[in-house]
């Protein structure tokens, strides 16, 4: 499956940005979808992520209560909806897939989008 994401940018703190990913090549409704995010010097983080039906969530202490996930299988693609945006957000963020049903541990990710660049200042 590839992945590609968009809608990242430059937003004030406090402000919002809904970041997308569009998967094509498989069946997508087979996959546990994530967000993971990458700051300068730092690890690769999961952010967020999601099971097959979307019953299913996780989310990092870091972004609960201000991050949402969500998937819309007609259309192929995952949102991450990121309100009252932080400084500390500031990260490239990738999306990522792994064929299966229930969400998985980080590292089962096996599928990468390209990333997209989110910069929190004032």
């Known amino acids: 499956v590839q992945l590609q994401a968009s809608g990242g940018g430059l937003v004030q703190p406090g402000g919002s940005l809904r970041l997308s990913c569009a998967a094509s090549g498989r069946t997508f409704v087979s996959y546990a979808l994530a967000w993971f995010r990458q700051a300068p010097g730092k690890e690769r983080d999961l952010v967020a992520a999601?099971?097959?039906?979307?019953?299913?969530?996780y989310y990092a202490d870091s972004v609960k209560g201000r991050f949402t996930i969500s998937r819309d299988n007609a259309k192929n693609t995952v949102y991450l909806q990121m309100n009252s945006l932080k400084p500390e957000d500031t990260a490239i963020y990738y999306c990522a897939a792994r064929w299966s049903r229930d969400i998985v541990p980080p590292r089962e990710y096996n599928y990468w989008g390209q990333g997209t660049q989110v910069t929190v200042s004032s």
């Open positions: 999601i099971s097959w039906t979307g019953a299913g969530t």
